[in-house]
């Protein structure tokens, strides 16, 4: 079964600084892999994801994630925050046989001015 | 652009007494899921659905727990006889039959007393 770490409950940046907000992952095959963003009382939304191709995937409001097989990690990054980047941060993934998707325990991400 | 919508926004019950989570889906999507998340923790999968039956449940979804697409366009999650326990953010998701990612809709704030 597949499952998801995300080691940090809360990463603080301030404004202008690059971000990364850490992801590792666990399947039997090959994953696939998610973030997702949820801003308060909100609905989660896509952010981005990887299924094959190039390591380094661009998704929405500028952020990008890199995935790397060797160290089973898919990390969230930034090169320059926003104080409206504040938010919670999901990282999620699935294998290839399974229809559902497993959710990291979240990252909470404050970024001050 | 289509998204996922859900009603009610917040369902305040009694415990011990049915409830119906209602969900519309995007329209041309097959694949639909439901996700419980307590007190913005951890988004923990539910049950997804395929082809008018159920392709995959967690050790959450117990016989309280049924789903139903009870026409074309709604995905409905009713729990038989609630619990305080079940008090949290239901969200509904779905997916398109060539998409990876799935989208998310704003949510139910379920409420037990």
């Known amino acids: 079964a597949q499952s998801v770490a995300q080691p940090e409950d809360q990463v603080n940046v301030a404004e202008g600084n690059p971000l990364t907000v850490k992801c590792t992952y666990s399947?039997?095959?090959?994953?696939?892999l998610f973030w997702y963003v949820q801003y308060p009382n909100r609905g989660l939304q896509f952010l981005l994801k990887y299924i094959t191709g190039d390591n380094l995937v661009k998704g929405s409001y500028g952020f990008e994630a890199e995935f790397n097989k060797s160290q089973t990690s898919f990390h969230l990054k930034k090169p320059s925050a926003l104080v409206s980047d504040s938010a919670l941060y999901f990282c999620a993934v699935r294998d290839l046989t399974d229809n559902d998707m497993r959710f990291g325990a979240g990252t909470r991400l404050t970024v001050k001015p | 652009e289509p998204e996922v919508t859900q009603t009610p926004s917040h369902q305040v019950t009694q415990m011990g007494q049915e409830v119906i989570l209602r969900c519309v889906p995007i329209?041309?999507?097959?694949?639909f899921y439901w996700y419980r998340q307590i007190l913005g923790q951890k988004v923990e999968f539910l049950v997804s659905f395929y082809n008018n039956e159920i392709s995959e449940k967690s050790e959450i979804f117990d016989d309280q727990f049924s789903v139903e697409r009870p026409d074309g366009s709604n995905f409905t999650l009713k729990i038989r006889s609630t619990k305080l326990e079940d008090s949290a953010m239901y969200f509904c998701a779905s997916r398109g039959t060539l998409a990876y990612e799935q989208y998310f809709g704003p949510g139910t704030r379920l409420t037990v007393t």
């Open positions: 329209s041309n999507h097959l694949y």
């Open positions: 399947v039997s095959g090959n994953p696939y």
